[in-house]
């Protein structure tokens, strides 16, 4: 559990870039043989992309790195639960395991709406691990859509 807490702390640096951008803050980094491979951080509005989530930009930093689209040997580390698109390229890039932060209720394809990660009609299932400093990611996730409701309150009057 210290390796895991060690990794989610720097997931959640990586969560706190996109929190200074006004981003939905999530945060990811990704290990291979117990050292930071690869990092990512949510950058949609910022990239005015929808694939620049965390865990795509992270996948992406680690196929180059690795030189190979395969990430076998590989554990993420990431704040929020992936979604649906996250999830599907975490099953293809052949991740050994994600470890979450907090989970997403309504996003979440690790478990809480669908679990893409573990499905056995798939050609490879993902080990998950849930809750690490999973206060941390909540409250900062909390936070940063409480200040958001605020701004626009205030944009409105």
Known sequence: MEEAIKFMKQAIKQAQKAYALEEVPIGCVIVKDGKVIARGYN?????KLTLAHAEIIAIRKASKKLGDWRLEGCTMYVTLEPCQMCAGAIVQARMDEVVIGCMN????????VINLLDMQQFNH?????????????????????????ERKKLDKS
């Open 125 to 149: 299932q993902v080990k998950i691990t849930k809750g690490v400093m999973e206060e941390e990611c909540s409250s900062m996730l909390s936070n940063f859509f409480k200040e958001l409701r």
């Open 43 to 47: 950058r949609r509005n910022t990239d």
């Open 105 to 112: 209720a309504k996003a979440g394809s690790a478990g809480s």
